[in-house]
């Protein structure tokens, strides 16, 4: 079936109408009508241009931003009519456009492409995303530097290989997260300078015929720069590679610390309580109080990690330049961005309200194997080297787990047959505070260390609001 109707605006050198299955395949509306409000703000600074170049008079200028408005306005309200048969969202505007101001507005596309034009609005886009998730990580570290801030003292089992290792400040093992998300606020920033290239005047792929001010327009748009190269910006999708990096990389710290929470939350560990709101029930199990969400944000950080790879591999072998490939770079995008957006929203308001049990984080201290390190470390300052100490401290826990006691629980003649240095005060080190207290190079667990860096902290996001703003 052929679609009717189709006039000279999309048909121009063809002499048969496009069938209705390729105007199926080929539309990308349903996914890119996300960039009207940018396509149309590119539209008016384009049309600046053209009024300084001479192209339209200043009656025509108001005229078509005029109308220009009026198809945002029935956009916004839901009253705009998408059309299939006009591909995407900058074709279907230009049409309703035209249908507005049939003469003036038909000279709006002078002096750009599709090419261009997609590549300035998806650019448009993404800067706007990356300030509202930029925003709503900033949130989320502020949320854990008050964690970290109240539980400077609490000491919980440190783990590596997810066994017991050594003890840690609840504030430091919170810290590892806000460092994680802030190496992930400092790639938006990146990726932000990457994309704040202004990519209209390019044309298809050569440049344009007509004296258009680029600067005017990227001053216009709130761009940092204008692209040097025609054939690299319109074929150019590395900044939505990077910015899809930068959002799986988010993906993942979420993730981690979504198990991490998962496991604090179960029985065997009692570490934590979350709140009924963040939970469900069983459809059999009455008991059950699951969670979730944490579940669930774990889960959809693999579909962030496979947009990513969708855009490397349509990206991977093509030829210069604009190739229809391409118009698949949006829903990857998109997609991520808003699942990361709504992840780290809700993920924000969990951890905000997550009980800890201090008590039962204090029961895998009694343990009290974990002190291990803390007693090798005692035979060095006894004079013993450190890999004689290791094997020694070793011999010691071998000794202890054959015996069926704690480390604390051995006397010191029991001691003594394995070191002969060891003194009484070896049954000081079996304390978390001690332990930790003791661990006061720059970046460690100590009391004090930690408190200097939580106060850094609370300076950084300060500075960070600050460079949000200013994007």
Known sequence: MNIKGTDNFVRGRFQEDISEITANFTSSIDIDKKLAAFDIGGS????????RAGIVDNKE????????????????????????????????????????????????HTGRSRNDQV???????IKNEIKNIAGVLLDLEAELVKIAKSNIDTVIPGYTHFQHAQPVSLSHHVSAYYEMFLRDFKRLLNVYETVDVMTLGSGALAGVDFDIDRQMEADILGFGSISRNSMDAVSDRDFAIEFNFALSMIAMHLSRFCEELIIWNSSEFNFIEL????TTGSSIMPQKKNPDILELIRGKT????????????????LPLTYNRDMQEDKKPVMESADTIYDSLSIFKEIIKTVKFNKENMAKGLEDDFIYATDLATYL???????????????RIVSYAENAGKKLSELSLKEYKETADVIEGDILDIFNPKTSLSSKKTVGGTAFKEVERVVKKYEREIVDNKKSVRAL
């Open 44 to 51: 008016i600074a384009h049309l600046c241009a053209l009024e």
């Open 61 to 108: 200028k108001k005229d078509i931003e005029r109308a220009l408005l009026k198809i945002k306005g029935e956009i916004e309200s839901g009253k705009f009519v998408f059309n299939k048969k006009y591909e995407d969202i900058h074709m279907n505007i230009e049409k309703r456009l035209i249908e507005l101001v049939p003469e003036s507005g038909a000279k709006l």
């Open 119 to 125: 590549s300035v609005d998806f650019r448009l886009y």
């Open 275 to 278: 709140k009924d709101e963040f």
């Open 302 to 317: 693999g579909g962030i990690i496979s947009n990513l790879l969708s855009l490397l591999i349509m990206m991977k072998a």
């Open 380 to 394: 060095v300052k006894k004079g013993i080297p450190f890999r004689k100490s290791h094997e020694m401290t070793g």
